[in-house]
């Protein structure tokens, strides 16, 4: 069984799955949805069929403070979403506090070009989102 890492954000959401024995991440894709989550669920049940998935990992974003941010109610709305649908996946968040930054620091890094970055850095994201799930997790 696989995990599944989510990076949820108004316009995209970044999607990283794991090995099937739960020791690496690879980021996926990156789901452009401008709002509408009905297409991001559609998605899903793709990514589903595709990989047996019974984990979903969501980055909740937190303030450096630990407060939740002006994100969190929208992130909140839609694990709703995903709890009522897919109600048989266990359904975990994990904080997310400076995923996007990190990520932009291995794009640079890795010198990829600026036009690329808008476009890999919620996977980038979701990828870290999901490792710190499986660190976190590791007997």
């Given at each position: 069984?696989?995990?599944?890492?989510?990076?949820?954000?108004?316009?995209?959401?970044?999607?990283?799955?794991?090995d099937a024995l739960g020791i690496?991440?690879?980021?996926?894709?990156?789901?452009?949805?401008?709002?509408?989550?009905?297409?991001?669920?559609?998605?899903?049940?793709?990514?589903?069929?595709?990989?047996?998935?019974?984990?979903?990992?969501?980055?909740?974003?937190?303030?450096?403070?630990?407060?939740?941010?002006?994100?969190?109610?929208?992130?909140?709305?839609?694990?709703?979403?995903l709890k009522c649908k897919y109600?048989?996946?266990?359904?975990?968040?994990?904080?997310?506090?400076?995923?996007?930054?990190?990520?932009?620091?291995?794009?640079?890094?890795?010198?990829?070009?600026?036009?690329?970055?808008?476009n890999i850095v919620d996977t980038?994201?979701?990828?870290?989102?999901?490792?710190?799930?499986?660190?976190?997790?590791?007997?």
């Amino acid at each position: 069984m696989r995990i599944l890492g989510i990076d949820y954000g108004d316009a995209r959401v970044g999607i990283a799955v794991s090995d099937a024995l739960g020791i690496t991440a690879q980021g996926l894709e990156t789901i452009h949805h401008k709002g509408n989550d009905k297409l991001v669920l559609k998605r899903l049940d793709e990514i589903f069929e595709q990989y047996e998935v019974d984990t979903i990992v969501v980055g909740m974003p937190f303030n450096m403070d630990g407060t939740k941010t002006f994100r969190a109610e929208a992130t909140e709305k839609f694990i709703h979403k995903l709890k009522c649908k897919y109600n048989k996946k266990k359904i975990e968040t994990v904080d997310e506090r400076l995923t996007t930054v990190a990520a932009h620091k291995t794009m640079n890094f890795l010198d990829v070009n600026k036009n690329k970055k808008k476009n890999i850095v919620d996977t980038i994201s979701a990828v870290y989102i999901l490792e710190t799930y499986m660190n976190k997790n590791k007997i």
